[in-house]
């Protein structure tokens, strides 16, 4: 039993203390939905002297708009009804709670109660009736506002931080299946709880959540859905919010240099928050070294610029100060850290940069010292493979002017005497044999093996060769002493 009937039956039990007879209590009137099944609470009472009249086989009855015996709609104990109803309640109980099923436009009018019993308890409740009334779109929802528990005008503002109810109320068109609330929002939703309750004719639905910015001009909208046999029908109401909440600059104000030094500060605020720039930490206005511009991008929010000479950035910090009526907020920029944004330079890049630049360098340095030591050099240059040389002179000509004569190391230096002494003039040739010393008149085949190719210039004669002059003692010196020291004879090849 629900708390609307336990007041009923209390109404009438306190009438009864003083005065006991033929009572009963309905509401006054029930508006029901097109196609929705409706109760009706009631409960009744009667004289002490019937008690014993009461049983289960009571019968309930209802009349339509008068208690004339041809307007009876409804009758329990009967299987034939103008209207499909049921009293639910029990009778002995003196409960006569009744359903009307499938309402529609002609269950309107006025309802009265009958109750039949054994004995002489037959008694019609004339002087009390309930009016219904079918309607075929369901009411709006009413939505609320509260706010730190004390009920507040629905544009009245919030002050961030705040202890926000939403309580959303619709009338209980449908007893069954009944109907629901449910609640959707503009914005992202905040952490909130939700109550739900119900009473006799209506039913509530209580949305709690703290304040914020977020929330600020957000539309809450509380929905009523009534399930009908064939379709539903819903009906809502909404509120806007009005948070009140103090200035905030935006992470994205920031500087930019280039001919100039640009600075942009944006800050949301309600109400409108006022800004300044402040340079060194004092206030500035427009000037011929500076210009300030402002721009309102909403109702709260605020865009502001300040335009600066190179001079100042190097010798002032700039800070954006923004108020309004609940705080404040401030912003001072970093100039180094505006620079290489603006620049688009890494000084790590630079520093890389510089080293490998110059790593380059020095190899480039070191290749071209290389090549510069080479050509200084004379092209004098000895090959040997095993004990076989080769001699070039720096008296040698072009390669199409030379002729190469090749002798045995022996026979070198007497060929060279006595054919053409010129031939070895300007040079220094050691016929030094590496092999063995102890080489007997078999070794010759090793010591005819070794060569030289000595250059001649054609056709130029020895006075124009410059350099020594020849000497045939020397070189007969020479020629006898190589052949006392291999002990072989020459022999001209």
């Known amino acids: 039993m629900d708390t609307a009937m336990k007041i009923i039956l209390f109404s009438i039990i306190l009438q009864g203390v003083w005065c006991k007879g033929f009572n009963i209590s309905l509401p006054e009137k029930i508006e029901a939905l097109n196609g929705c099944s409706v109760i009706i609470k009631c409960a009744f009472d009667i004289e002490e002297k019937y008690d014993q009249d009461l049983s289960e086989t009571a019968t309930g009855v209802w009349y339509k708009n008068d208690t004339l015996q041809k307007h009876v709609v409804f009758n329990s104990s009967s299987i034939n009804h103008s209207i499909k109803a049921n009293i639910t309640g ?9 359903v009307f099923y499938n309402v ?3 269950h309107i009018g006025k309802y009265f109660f009958r109750l039949e019993g054994n004995g002489g308890l037959k008694w019609t409740y004339t002087k009390t ?7 075929n779109s369901p009411h709006n929802p009413t939505v609320k506002l509260y706010v730190d528990e004390k009920e507040a005008q629905s544009q009245q503002e919030v002050l961030e931080g705040s202890s926000v109810c939403l309580s959303c109320s619709a009338e209980t068109l449908c007893s069954s299946p009944p109907a629901t ?6 914005s992202r939703h905040p952490p909130f709880s939700l109550q739900e309750k119900q009473n006799q004719n209506k039913l509530i639905s209580h949305l709690n959540f703290t304040a914020t910015p977020l929330q600020h001009t957000a539309t809450f909208t509380c929905t009523v859905t009534y399930q009908l046999q064939n379709n539903n029908k819903t009906a809502h109401s909404n509120l806007t919010l009005h948070v009140t909440y103090a200035p905030k600059i935006s992470l994205s104000s920031s500087c930019n240099r280039t001919d100039v030094t640009v600075c942009l500060c944006e800050v949301d605020g309600n109400p409108s928050p006022k800004l300044e720039w402040h340079l060194s930490g ?3 206005t427009n000037s011929t070294i500076m210009s300030i511009s402002e721009e309102r991008l909403s109702s709260t929010v605020l865009r502001s610029f300040i335009t600066l000479h190179h001079s100042l950035t190097h010798t002032s910090t700039v800070q954006c100060v923004t108020t309004n009526t609940h705080g404040n907020d401030k ?5 180094l850290l505006y620079a290489q944004e603006s620049t688009g330079i890494n000084i790590l890049s630079v520093l890389i940069g510089a080293a490998v630049g110059v790593l380059v360098v020095m190899v480039g340095c070191g290749i071209t010292y290389i090549y510069a030591r080479r050509g200084k050099r004379k092209p004098s240059q000895t090959r040997g493979e ?3 040389q080769v001699i070039s002179t720096d ?26 002494p010129e031939s070895l003039h300007n040079s220094s040739t050691d016929f030094i044999n590496t092999s063995q010393a102890s080489c007997d008149i078999g070794c010759v085949s090793s010591l005819t093996a070794d060569y030289a190719a000595v250059l001649h210039p054609k056709g130029v004669k020895k006075s124009s060769m410059g350099g020594d002059k020849v000497d045939p003692q020397r070189d007969q010196y020479i020629l006898q002493r190589d052949i006392n020291t291999s002990g072989v004879p020459l022999q001209a090849k």
Do not use: M
């Open 395 to 420: 008296e040698a000509g072009s390669q199409e002017d030379e002729e190469s004569i090749y002798v045995n190391k022996l026979t070198l230096v007497g060929a060279a005497t006595l054919n053409h």
């Open 386 to 388: 095993g004990t076989s």
């Open 331 to 335: 912003h001072l920029f970093q100039w």
């Open 282 to 284: 004092r206030p500035v």
């Open 129 to 135: 009736s309930v009016s219904v009334d079918v309607i």
């Open 104 to 106: 529609d436009s002609s």
């Open 181 to 186: 609330l449910t609640w959707s929002s503009t």
């Open 90 to 98: 029990k009778l002995k109980a003196k409960d006569c709670t009744t």
